[in-house]
């Protein structure tokens, strides 16, 4: 993220923002470009999913607030998809690449839920003790990935409850949707952060090849219960 930087050194703070404002060349915009926008697309799509859910169930409208809710879950884990891939090919490019873009750890207090609270602990722990952009970069990405994956799979616990009438307190099954759906918000942000930064990084040469690879699926199993020694 770009705001409340204040932890970190001026050198580390204008090092991301430059990647992040500076205009990339042409053809890197363009591939930047259409991954945004594929996200963007199917993030808003989830969005007004969701909130049409808590809005019919604000008026009472239970049976369609819960089909309207299964709809944002299934579409909730599709974006899930393309975005674990996404951190895939970095991390798979990242180790042969010679040199990679500066990053931030990732910060508790963008985070609501103790998921993403304690994910972004553990990454700034390990920021702290990891030297070398490579091993930040890897490092952060993993994290970046499991959390996604674990955010994902809670929303989807609890909004299969909600759909088939089995929760026992929903109230709290739907505040809880509204969390993690702003805690994925901030890790959308985080990886198109990260998308801009490795494409200034890339060699113009690999860009095809990356692109390519943008579109394969994840290739790791799903995760522990414990994400990668964060206490959740």
Known sequence: ???????QSPSVRRGVSDDWFRALPREKTELFDAVVRRWECTYAMMSVALDESLSLRARGEL????????????LFSRLTTSLISFCDALTTRGRRMRQLPVVEPLHSEFFRSNTGQSAASWNAILHRVLFGSRSRFIHKLRILSEMIERLESDFDEAADDLSKGLSIQP????????VLHYDFNTCLREAEVMLKSFLRALP?????????????????????????????
């Open 171 to 178: 109230r709290e099954c739907w505040e809880q949707l509204d």
């Open 1 to 7: 993220m770009l705001s409340k930087r204040n932890a």
């Open 63 to 74: 049976v369609c607030a819960r089909q309207q809710v299964g709809m944002a879950a299934e």
């Open 204 to 232: 113009a040469e690999q860009l095809l090849a990356f692109a390519s690879a943008l579109d394969a699926p994840p290739t790791r199993l799903r995760m522990s219960p414990r994400l990668s020694g964060a206490s959740i």
